[in-house]
């Protein structure tokens, strides 16, 4: 994989399970003897404040923070967060988020007002957007926490990394008492077809 560069900026709210995505991207790039730098910002994550990861793959890896305009993939957990983030993707990038509507502080306050469009806005300025019915995930359904291995199964064919791999890390990274609900929950988003 000579010459081979991924940016990935991953945005959500603190308890989402956006780290734990970050490290099994990692170790699926590691394992194919691929330099990885991550860098994380949280902001009040215990609380379910913004938490973001860039993450940055390649034949040699200089810095851990994407530039504005850089990120070939942003993968968000809720709409609000990738409308967030959108400056940082690249006019080739693709954004992969869920559908979910999670209120900051200030919209509950009523300071100020989500946007009813997010999703549009998202679609207009990315290059390629994939959402996640979240209603329709059956895993959720099941534990609702399992949002990451669905956007991770969903990121896994758009990156060249083999399938097997990422199953590999996935059952060395999750504990074993939760790893027949999240394969379940990767296997979904390998299949899923947005609309």
């Not at 990121?155 to 083999?162: G, K, S």
Request: proline share 7%; net charge negative.
């Amino acid at each position: 994989m000579n010459n081979c560069k991924y940016d990935l900026l991953i945005a959500g709210a603190g308890g989402q399970g956006t780290i734990l995505a970050s490290k099994i991207i990692s170790r699926v790039a590691l394992a194919q003897d691929l330099e990885v730098k991550t860098a994380e910002t949280h902001g009040m994550a215990q609380r379910g404040g913004s938490v973001v990861t860039h993450v940055r793959i390649g034949s040699r890896v200089y810095s851990p923070l994407i530039p504005l305009g850089d990120a070939d993939f942003l993968l968000s957990f809720e709409q609000l967060e990738a409308l967030r983030w959108l400056p940082y993707l690249s006019s080739r990038g693709t954004v992969i988020t869920a559908d979910l509507v999670m209120e900051p502080l200030p919209v509950l306050t009523g300071r100020e007002e989500y946007p009813a469009d997010a999703l549009e806005q998202i679609k207009k300025a990315a290059h390629r957007t994939i959402v996640l019915d979240t209603g329709q995930a059956e895993p959720l359904r099941r534990n609702p926490r399992v949002l990451n291995m669905i956007l991770l199964g969903i990121l896994c064919p758009l990156l060249p990394f083999p399938r097997e791999c990422w199953e590999e890390v996935i059952r060395e990274t999750v504990p074993p008492r939760l790893l027949e609900i999240n394969q379940a929950a990767f296997r979904y988003g390998l299949e899923y077809k947005a609309d």
